[in-house]
């Protein structure tokens, strides 16, 4: 059974860096690519990025909001994602789910952990 | 970017009575290998986000067979066609087909 479980989420000040993580069990995590998909509280779905697999080249793509500011990496011998995330904003305040992703599809999402963003 | 517009935003449904949300998005979702991706979720309350359906009208392993979707282009559907009490939460149609960036609907909450 595919498993997929983040954490790292915590109560920063803006302008502040959080780095997330999220593993991944249950599938060939080195030919998986993976998405992070945010909600901020009572709102609705924000993908935020996604990364390929290491044969697709291990490109990075991020939404217009986070570009520049968040970098997400993987390492597969660990079978983890990693979210880095600096410069905060308050509105980065939200549940960040990362999904493993199969033909552009979001397959298995993780449970989901908590940014806060707030002085 | 491409809008996902969904309507209802909210459906009071009966339970054993169909259900059906639109989707619709601001440009063609046929992408260049001709494939539309175009699929729904769900999340129940308290839940994260649960795939139901993939490029438009395939159902995932284990949804059951009274989910189904539809649609072509820009114009999209997800039937329910007798709701359960387990159906209540919000759906969700999402577009992969022209990113970045991947951008989904308002959602839709279900409610009984």
Not at chain 1, 10 to 35: A, H, I, Q, Y
Not at chain 2, 36 to 43: D, E, G, M, N, R
Not at chain 2, 58 to 73: I, M
Request: aromatic letters at 10%; glycine letters at 10%.
């Amino acid at each position: 059974e595919v498993q997929v479980v983040e954490s790292g989420g915590d109560l920063e000040k803006p302008g502040g860096s959080l780095r997330l993580s999220c593993v991944v069990s249950g599938v060939t995590f080195s030919n998986t690519w993976m998405s992070w998909v945010r909600q901020a509280p009572g709102k609705g779905l924000e993908w935020v990025g996604r990364i390929k697999s290491k044969r697709d080249g291990e490109t990075a793509d991020y939404a217009a909001p986070v570009k520049g500011r968040f970098t997400i990496t993987r390492d597969d011998s660990y079978n983890t994602v990693y979210l880095q995330m600096n410069s905060l904003k308050t509105e980065d305040t939200a549940v960040y789910y990362c999904a493993t992703e199969y033909y552009y599809d979001l397959r298995r999402w993780g449970q989901g952990t908590l940014v806060t963003v707030s002085s | 970017d491409i809008v996902m517009t969904q309507t209802p935003l909210s459906s009071p449904v009966t339970l054993g009575q169909p259900a059906s949300i639109s989707c619709r998005s601001s440009q063609s979702l046929v992408r260049s290998d001709g494939n539309t991706y175009l699929s729904w979720l769900q999340q129940r309350p308290g839940q994260p986000p649960r795939l139901l359906i993939y490029k438009i009208s395939n159902r995932v392993s284990g949804v059951p067979d009274r989910f189904s979707g539809s649609g072509a282009g820009t114009d999209f559907t997800l039937r329910i066609n007798r709701v359960e009490a387990e159906d209540v939460g919000v759906y969700y149609c999402m577009q992969a087909s022209q990113f970045p960036p991947y951008t989904f609907g308002q959602g839709t909450r279900l409610e009984i």
